[in-house]
């Protein structure tokens, strides 16, 4: 049986370690996909002189599908961030972030099962900023909210939770104090929340909402904000459930979809075989359920979910020991 093909970028740092062992995951499972291989990041900007090749583009454009590893980008200097600009490029709307406890994993939260929907592509990430001045003594960044965008993420929350069978969507924002681009953000979810009567709905202002989120976690179900509210967000909830190195994220868009890491590259383990693959394997599951290969995609999250129940298993991001080829081993084991 052919397979789907995917774009595959390894990444940077521990990206290429962790997307080895993933590979083996769904080989062991037997995941229906064939790779092409691509580069993109500070790899690729050293070898071909930009961060995004022509060719990688090109190729997520023919496969509409994606998955990827941790990239790095210079902070305060050079290009924007790659992740930033794919998006962009394929206009990838909804960043899509479960956030779900694990049995095995220490936090101080034992029931956290929600999800982040996060607008991709406005807001303060627009990349709208200059100086005012000749003299760089001050510079300033437009957010932009359009109609038609909040439309189309609020909508993109409702349906998820409606498909999922999840019961309340929680729209956060901070129309108080930024009165227009986050008020027409409101307004737009406030007035499509009627479409959907079978799912509640409230709204939270952004700092009531994160003091509630370490609170009371288990209190949420689906949230749907702004980009970079939901940028930090995001990592706040992963926060509740043990960290970056356990959390997927997807971004998708009307012709496209990519799966990825969200924690970063870690440079001071490249190398080591010790980072731990779980957040690019729980990507691959993610990318498998939108392709429609649900059985694989389950058998995989309950093998990962089982390697993870058992301490003995954890890298040194979770307290433990294990290298990233054991950890593997073990979700490989868990499958059987």
């Known amino acids: 049986m052919p397979g789907i093909e995917v774009t595959l970028i390894p990444g940077d740092g521990i990206g290429p370690e962790v997307m080895a062992q993933t590979l083996r995951l769904l080989d062991a499972a037997g995941a229906q996909l064939v790779y092409d291989r691509q580069e993109a990041g500070t790899g690729a900007l050293a070898r071909y002189g930009t961060p995004i090749p022509d060719a990688t583009l090109a190729s997520i454009k023919r496969t509409g599908l994606a998955l990827k590893g941790p990239l790095a980008t210079p902070i305060g ?12 490029a394929f206009d990838l709307y909804a960043n899509v972030r479960p956030c779900k406890t694990f049995d095995g994993v220490k936090t101080r939260f034992p029931a956290v099962d929600l999800v982040v929907v996060r607008e991709n592509t406005q807001g303060l990430y627009s990349g709208v900023e200059h100086y005012v001045d000749e003299e760089r003594t001050a510079a300033e960044s437009i957010a932009i909210v359009t109609r038609k965008a909040a439309e189309r993420i609020v909508r993109y929350a409702f349906e998820y939770a409606r498909r999922h069978e999840r019961k309340l969507v929680t729209l956060v924002h ?45 209190k949420f179900d689906v949230l749907v904000t702004t980009n970079m509210f939901g940028d930090i967000i995001s990592d706040l909830t992963s926060g509740l459930v043990g960290g970056l190195g356990l959390t997927a994220g997807a971004n998708i868009g009307e012709k496209a979809a990519l799966f990825e890491a969200v924690h970063g590259t870690a440079p001071d383990i490249a190398g080591k075989g010790i980072a731990n693959p779980t957040a690019v394997m729980l990507a691959a599951v993610d990318l498998l359920r939108h392709v429609g290969q649900t059985d694989v995609a389950e058998r995989l999250n309950r093998a990962i979910r089982g390697a993870l129940a058992d301490p003995t298993n954890h890298t040194g991001d979770l307290g433990g020991a294990a290298t990233t080829v054991e950890y593997t081993d073990a979700v490989i084991r868990s499958l059987e």
């Open 174 to 218: 901070k129309a108080n104090i930024l009165k227009l681009s986050q008020g027409l953000f409101l307004e737009v979810g406030r007035h499509l929340a009627r479409d959907y009567p079978d799912i509640a709905f409230r709204d939270l202002i952004i700092d009531n909402c994160c003091m509630q989120l370490v609170l009371r976690p288990e």
């Open 77 to 88: 200097e050079g290009f924007r961030s790659v992740n930033v600009a794919l998006r962009k």
